[in-house]
Structures are given as structure tokens and as C-alpha cells.
């Protein structure tokens, strides 16, 4: 009888760190086996109290599975987030709305596209690949990578998510991380290195009006939105400039930046907290400028790349329509263009883009019908395109690699 009853608590300690690890089948499995052993399980109410949680679930049936915890869709980060998104789709549908004359006026000319010539169809889209292929080069310099097809893969698809969601650029930006830490990419390497390209691109596109100055010298009309380009494109280089070099030359502002990405990422994710996010991107800072330094050419020529061949896709498609405008005028309507495009309401800019670009196309001493037609063909080849190319990526890099992470 003693042995019987000195037992009983061994099963029952047993027992209750079964119940607590939560594991399912084979944990219930242990449960009843000790039961077994123990004897009768009501032998005390302590005992029963603790054996009354372990309760089968079917196989698959896993708690941890991705389902959300009431919780944390209740909390207030949840919450914001939530909001955020319906305001932002509630302004794309207005935004969408606002524009749909200038939306059906440019898209309604694509069946006129057939009767371009074809050579000209074939410079638009060539165009828009080389300037593809910039962006592509620039981040294999940043990313010190080994292969192409991560990057190449991850950026079209984060390109083409960014223009299908409204606000989409974050958005695009975080499926791209995921895909390259899912290639083996350090995740803060990524960080750094997209933010780097990220800050030169975008200050390249702020530096180009700076190449009409010239022709406003000599005496070329510049009227309304063409001279504001001008000058808020010069204004904003300036300011880039100025943030670009004080980041890449300073650790204070740079160390103040990732303590507040790493408060904000902790405070927003129930993940394991980071605390030493403000120092990693120092060090990848300092690796993504001595990468950039000694591969300081090709670094440069595929900024300008990235930049040059796009506009030359505009360029070739205002030639196909018949158009015969002032390269320098044209300049700042791409910019113009490229700047709308930036505002993170409709994906990619849609609608704004669309309305902008033929109204200072029109300023720049283009025809309507021709504008028209030519913003039609230039969106074909440089928004919707990239969609379906996008799409073959993602799935070109499920096949190869596998499902991208959680960065």
C-alpha cells in the first residue's frame, strides 16, 4: 500500500508538466499512460484539478499555426494598424475616383498602340528593362551579393507588390527583405543596403531638373508646373544631399534612427526584442560605403542608368506617337511624373501619375492626343508590365529557394 500511494504523486508531478507543455496527442498520450500507472486518477481533487487541462487535440491541430491570440487583435497596435490601412484604401478609392477621366482618357488610347511602329514599341520596353537592370546592379553592389537571382527576383516582386496595395512601397520593401533572409541575406545587410539605393536613387531623380538649367539659360520657355519641378527637384537634392551625407559620414543621427526603428519594431511585434539594431546598421553602414567606394564607378553609372534609360523610355514613346518635343521641357515632365508617382495614396502613383504627366507633357508644347497616347504607351511599359514579371519572380524564387520568412 505505501508504494502504491508514494506513487501516486510521481504521476501526478509527470502529469502536470505534460499538461503545461501543450504538445497534443502524444502529450495526452503520456497523460493517460501515467493515469495508467497511477491507478485511479481521482485518488485526490489536486490531481484531478491538473489533469482536467489535458484535453486530445486532432493531428494538425496546432495552436502556434499562425492564428492570431484575441489579444493581440485587440491591441492597440492592432488597432492603428487596421485604421491606417482603411484610410489609406478609402483615400485610393477617392484618389481613383478623382482621376478616373484622366484614367480612362490614357488607357482608352491602348488600342491605337498596334499601329505604332514596331521598332518604336521595341525601343519603349527596352528601355524599361535597362533601367530595370540599373536598380538591379546598384543592389548587387550594396548587397555584396554572390548571385543574381535573389536580387533580381526579390526586387520584382517587391516592385510589383508595392504598386497593387495602396501605401504599397513599405509594403514592397518588406517582401523583398523577406525574400533576400530567406537567400541567406543578414537582415540588417538588407536594411542598410536598400536604404543606401534607396537614397540615391531617389536623389538622383531630385538632381535631374538641375540638367534643364541650361536650357532655361539659353531661353527655353519654362511655365507653371515645369518651373516647379525645376525647383523644388533642386531644393530637394539639396536636402537629400545634405541627410544623405550627414548619414553615411555621422554615427549620431544614424545610431538615433535605429533606436527608434528597434523601439517601434519591439513595441509593434510580439517577436523576440532586438536591442542592438542602432550599432548593427552603423557597421553595415560603414561596409555599404567602403562597397560603394570601391566599386564607386559601377555604382554611379547604374545610378544614372536607373534614371536615364526610363526617361528615354518616355522619350521613345513620345517619338512614336509623332511627337518632336524639347528633350530639356520633356526632362521635367518625367520628373514631374516620377515625383507623383512617389505618393503613397494609389499604387504606384496611379491616376496621379496618369493626369500629371500628359498635363505637363501638354505644357512642354505636346498635342493632347499625343500626350495622351504617349503616357499610355510609357505606363504599359514601365506600371503594368512589371506586374506579371513580378509575379513570375515570386514564383521563379518559391520553386528555387522556398517561401520567403518573417524578416
Given at each position: 500500500?505505501?508504494?502504491?500511494?508514494?506513487?501516486?504523486?510521481?504521476?501526478?508531478?509527470?502529469?502536470?508538466?505534460?499538461?503545461?507543455?501543450?504538445?497534443?496527442?502524444?502529450?495526452?498520450?503520456?497523460?493517460?499512460?501515467?493515469?495508467?500507472?497511477?491507478?485511479?486518477?481521482?485518488?485526490?481533487?489536486?490531481?484531478?484539478?491538473?489533469?482536467?487541462?489535458?484535453?486530445?487535440?486532432?493531428?494538425?491541430?496546432?495552436?502556434?499555426?499562425?492564428i492570431p491570440r484575441v489579444e493581440e487583435l485587440e491591441s492597440p497596435s492592432a488597432l492603428r494598424?487596421?485604421?491606417?490601412?482603411?484610410?489609406?484604401?478609402?483615400?485610393?478609392?477617392?484618389?481613383?475616383?478623382?482621376?478616373?477621366?484622366?484614367?480612362?482618357?490614357?488607357?482608352?488610347?491602348?488600342?491605337?498602340?498596334?499601329?505604332?511602329?514596331?521598332?518604336?514599341?521595341?525601343?519603349?520596353?527596352?528601355?524599361?528593362?535597362?533601367?530595370?537592370?540599373?536598380?538591379?546592379?546598384?543592389?548587387?553592389?550594396?548587397?555584396?551579393?554572390?548571385?543574381?537571382?535573389?536580387?533580381?527576383?526579390?526586387?520584382?516582386?517587391?516592385?510589383?507588390?508595392?504598386?497593387?496595395?495602396?501605401?504599397?512601397?513599405?509594403?514592397?520593401?518588406?517582401?523583398?527583405?523577406?525574400m533576400l533572409t530567406k537567400a541567406g541575406v543578414n537582415t540588417t545587410t538588407a536594411a542598410s543596403?536598400?536604404?543606401?539605393?534607396?537614397?540615391?536613387?531617389?536623389?538622383?531623380?531630385?538632381?535631374?531638373?538641375?540638367?534643364?538649367?541650361?536650357?532655361?539659360?539659353?531661353?527655353?520657355?519654362?511655365?507653371?508646373?515645369?518651373?516647379?519641378?525645376?525647383?523644388?527637384?533642386?531644393?530637394?537634392?539639396?536636402?537629400?544631399?545634405?541627410?544623405?551625407?550627414?548619414?553615411?559620414?555621422?554615427?549620431?543621427?544614424?545610431?538615433?534612427?535605429?533606436?527608434?526603428?528597434?523601439?517601434?519594431?519591439?513595441?509593434?511585434?510580439?517577436?523576440?526584442?532586438?536591442?542592438?539594431?542602432?550599432?548593427?546598421?552603423?557597421?553595415?553602414?560603414?561596409?555599404?560605403?567602403?562597397?560603394?567606394?570601391a566599386r564607386k564607378r559601377d555604382a554611379i553609372l547604374a545610378t544614372i542608368g536607373r534614371s536615364?534609360?526610363?526617361?528615354?523610355?518616355?522619350?521613345?514613346?513620345?517619338?512614336?506617337?509623332?511627337?518632336?518635343?524639347?528633350?530639356?521641357?520633356?526632362?521635367?515632365?518625367?520628373?514631374?511624373?516620377?515625383?507623383?508617382?512617389?505618393?503613397?495614396?494609389?499604387?504606384?502613383?496611379?491616376?496621379?501619375?496618369?493626369?500629371?504627366?500628359?498635363?505637363?507633357?501638354?505644357?512642354?508644347?505636346?498635342?493632347?492626343?499625343?500626350?495622351?497616347?504617349?503616357?499610355?504607351?510609357?505606363?504599359?511599359?514601365?506600371?503594368?508590365?512589371?506586374?506579371?514579371?513580378?509575379?513570375?519572380?515570386?514564383?521563379?524564387?518559391?520553386?528555387?529557394?522556398?517561401?520567403?520568412?518573417?524578416?
Amino acid at each position: 500500500m505505501s508504494a502504491t500511494t508514494a506513487s501516486r504523486p510521481r504521476a501526478v508531478s509527470n502529469n502536470s508538466s505534460g499538461a503545461g507543455d501543450g504538445v497534443g496527442v502524444a502529450g495526452g498520450a503520456r497523460r493517460h499512460g501515467s493515469r495508467r500507472e497511477a491507478g485511479d486518477c481521482r485518488a485526490g481533487p489536486v490531481a484531478s484539478s491538473r489533469m482536467e487541462p489535458a484535453t486530445p487535440r486532432p493531428p494538425g491541430d496546432d495552436v502556434d499555426a499562425g492564428i492570431p491570440r484575441v489579444e493581440e487583435l485587440e491591441s492597440p497596435s492592432a488597432l492603428r494598424t487596421t485604421v491606417w490601412r482603411a484610410v489609406l484604401i478609402a483615400l485610393a478609392g477617392l484618389s481613383l475616383y478623382v482621376f478616373a477621366p484622366s484614367l480612362v482618357e490614357v488607357y482608352s488610347s491602348w488600342d491605337t498602340l498596334v499601329h505604332l511602329q514596331p521598332w518604336w514599341l521595341i525601343a519603349i520596353f527596352g528601355f524599361q528593362v535597362a533601367s530595370f537592370a540599373g536598380i538591379w546592379t546598384l543592389q548587387h553592389i550594396a548587397l555584396r551579393a554572390t548571385s543574381w537571382f535573389p536580387v533580381i527576383t526579390s526586387q520584382l516582386a517587391g516592385n510589383a507588390f508595392s504598386r497593387v496595395v495602396p501605401g504599397g512601397a513599405a509594403a514592397g520593401v518588406a517582401l523583398q527583405m523577406r525574400m533576400l533572409t530567406k537567400a541567406g541575406v543578414n537582415t540588417t545587410t538588407a536594411a542598410s543596403s536598400l536604404t543606401a539605393v534607396s537614397l540615391l536613387t531617389t536623389g538622383t531623380v531630385f538632381a535631374l531638373p538641375v540638367l534643364a538649367l541650361p536650357a532655361m539659360i539659353a531661353g527655353t520657355p519654362v511655365r507653371g508646373p515645369l518651373l516647379t519641378a525645376v525647383l523644388l527637384g533642386f531644393v530637394v537634392f539639396v536636402l537629400l544631399a545634405v541627410v544623405g551625407t550627414w548619414l553615411m559620414r555621422s554615427d549620431p543621427p544614424l545610431l538615433a534612427v535605429g533606436r527608434a526603428v528597434q523601439a517601434t519594431r519591439n513595441r509593434l511585434t510580439s517577436r523576440e526584442p532586438i536591442a542592438d539594431l542602432p550599432h548593427r546598421l552603423v557597421e553595415e553602414r560603414n561596409i555599404v560605403r567602403r562597397t560603394l567606394g570601391a566599386r564607386k564607378r559601377d555604382a554611379i553609372l547604374a545610378t544614372i542608368g536607373r534614371s536615364l534609360f526610363d526617361y528615354l523610355s518616355l522619350l521613345a514613346a513620345l517619338a512614336a506617337v509623332g511627337a518632336n518635343p524639347n528633350p530639356s521641357l520633356v526632362l521635367l515632365a518625367f520628373v514631374t511624373a516620377l515625383v507623383l508617382g512617389m505618393i503613397p495614396i494609389t499604387p504606384g502613383g496611379l491616376g496621379f501619375v496618369e493626369a500629371g504627366l500628359t498635363a505637363t507633357l501638354s505644357l512642354a508644347g505636346i498635342g493632347a492626343p499625343e500626350a495622351i497616347l504617349a503616357t499610355g504607351a510609357y505606363r504599359l511599359a514601365s506600371f503594368w508590365l512589371p506586374l506579371p514579371a513580378g509575379l513570375v519572380a515570386w514564383i521563379l524564387f518559391r520553386v528555387r529557394v522556398g517561401r520567403p520568412v518573417d524578416a
